[in-house]
T-cell receptor
Framework: NAGVTQTPKFQVLKTGQSMTLQCAQDMNHNSMYWYRQDPGMGLRLIYYSASEGTTDKGEVPNGYNVSRLNKREFSLRLESAAPSQTSVYFCASSEQQFYEQYFGPGTRLTVT | KNEVEQSPQNLTAQEGEFITINCSYSVGISALHWLQQHPGGGIVSLFM?????KKHGRLIATINIQEKHSSLHITASHPRDSAVYIC?????????WGAGTKLIIKP
């Protein structure tokens, strides 16, 4: 089992460009999450999906959209990237909401 | 005041030492999560517990619900244990993160 996979691993964008971060899990988990981690800071929840077909805002949703494509996949979209979105993005999943979370390797995004 | 406090913020120890990292919280919780973030950035779940004690290899996690306190212990520490250890609590349908403890184990 690969666990939680994320693509791409690294990305550089210019201000105003758009992109989608992909996340997939093969553990048959119901809940999935997107976090960002800024240098020297803790994790902050952007959006989550408690179950297939549902998505909810987390602590810092502005500037992002998400799609729970199916049970396996949860994507994060930046419509118009800004330098303030330079961060490392982590996807995670759990069997149910509020259960133990398992993390992907992260995507390092730089917006210039 | 943060709802989840970890101590110490930084810890440097010699290989072989017994390590204790503490997590105190001020809210009612349903469970507590310990995670490890490697120097390369990857995040690994270590334990999730709501009572008592759990052990995995050289790692032991305990929780005292009455005192609102959890500890993570590492026995026979090794340089490969160097990482940031993060405590997070589930409270009122949200996960509240501690700031992390940076651990360095010197050979």
């Amino acid at each position: 089992n690969a666990g939680v996979t994320q693509t791409p691993k690294f990305q550089v964008l210019k201000t105003g460009q758009s992109m989608t971060l992909q996340c997939a899990q093969d553990m048959n988990h119901n809940s999935m999450y997107w976090y960002r981690q800024d240098p020297g800071m803790g994790l902050r929840l952007i959006y989550y999906s408690a179950s297939e077909g549902t998505t909810d805002k987390g602590e810092v949703p502005n500037g992002y959209n998400v799609s729970r494509l199916n049970k396996r996949e949860f994507s994060l979209r930046l419509e118009s990237a800004a330098p303030s979105q330079t961060s490392v993005y982590f996807c995670a999943s759990s069997e149910q909401q509020f259960y133990e979370q398992y993390f992907g390797p992260g995507t390092r995004l730089t917006v210039t | 005041k943060n709802e989840v406090e970890q101590s110490p913020q930084n810890l440097t120890a010699q290989e072989g030492e017994f390590i204790t990292i503490n997590c105190s919280y001020s809210v009612g919780i349903s469970a507590l999560h310990w995670l490890q973030q490697h120097p390369g950035g990857g995040i690994v779940s270590l334990f999730m517990l709501s009572s008592g004690k759990k052990k995995h290899g050289r790692l032991i996690a305990t929780i005292n619900i009455q005192e609102k306190h959890s500890s993570l212990h590492i026995t026979a520490s090794h340089p490969r244990d160097s990482a940031v250890y993060i405590c997070a609590v589930y409270s009122n349908y949200q996960l509240i993160w501690g700031a992390g403890t940076k651990l360095i184990i010197k050979p």
